[in-house]
């Protein structure tokens, strides 16, 4: 596993990308899609990555919509001071169905001809990686770098702001936890991830849970209360279940487990707050490296995108390959949880 506190080592350095391309007069960076801690971070690196090259920046506020609207600022190093503990974004995002429009793709790449802007790193999931793709068609550099808390894009091992998301979840639950125990419940916790189980399972594992419901897998409610009644007997009192929010019936799932077994369940939903708060040094760090990143593929002339991890080590995808990749879930982590569960 990537032990964060050493130094990401690149598979290539900026003089493996090539020759420098001076063409490069002006860069924009956005956030898209829902926002994530750390992505304040990577607007930072950009920024200042891009700069100490002498080329100029342009924050693009309220992501695909800002770019249209023309809702743009040219950014220095000062205007990027102070943001890499803060969670959200300092450019706000927003969702932009004239952005999935010829007539909204050419005014967004006219917008970036009127300001002499040759590319944009979108910062963002799969949504944002498509809308990037759309862009680079109409002549309009990009890259993508990925900023979601589910962890859910193919082409990468790890997204920014998830391991925040994750950390912000097992300290809730941690709580949750004092009152489980004080009143001998069995908490049903739901957690964020609205097509992916990573938050879900990863917390169950980091609480003790003695379940972690995802749409990756089945579950039996019958097993899980079976256990819940076996481990009873054994002098256990009080129980905790991590549901993905993509599963959906949490409500039905503590209603049924409480029948089941006779332990007063109740539904603890989690929700957006685990979107705030301020990043974790993993998020910051890594969220650097891939904006920093970002700028050396821009200025090396190379476009159409991702920046991920893979193995541990920043390195970059094809935009269209990183958008047909599926992710495997972790069938071995899944199997860990239930057989140290009970």
Known sequence: MLN?????????SIGAF?????????????????????????????????????IRVYGIRRGYSGLISGDIIEMSARDVSGIIQRGGTILRTARCPEFRTEEGLQKAAEKCRELNMDGIVAIGGDGTFRGAADLSRHGIKCVGLPGTIDNDIACTEYTIGYDTAM??????????RDTTASH???????????????IALNTAIGVGAEAAIVLEENYDLDEIASNMLATKKQGKSHFLIVVAEGVGQTDVIARELQEKTGIESRVTVLGHVQRGGSPTMRDRVVATEMGYYAVELLAADKTDRVVGMKDGKIYDVDIQEALSMQKAFPERKYKMLYDTAF
Not at 4 to 12: G, I, R
Not at 167 to 176: P, Q
Not at 184 to 198: K, L, N, P, Q
């Open 4 to 12: 964060f506190f050493e130094e990401v080592a690149l598979p290539v």
């Open 18 to 54: 090539g020759q420098q391309n001076t063409m490069i007069n002006a860069i924009g960076v956005l956030t898209s899609g829902g926002d994530a801690p750390g992505m304040n971070a990577a607007v930072r690196a950009v920024t200042r990555a891009a700069l100490n090259k002498g």
């Open 167 to 176: 950390n912000t979840a097992m300290e809730m639950i941690d709580k949750l």
């Open 184 to 198: 001998d419940r069995c908490t049903v916790i739901e957690v964020m991830g609205r097509r992916a189980g990573y």
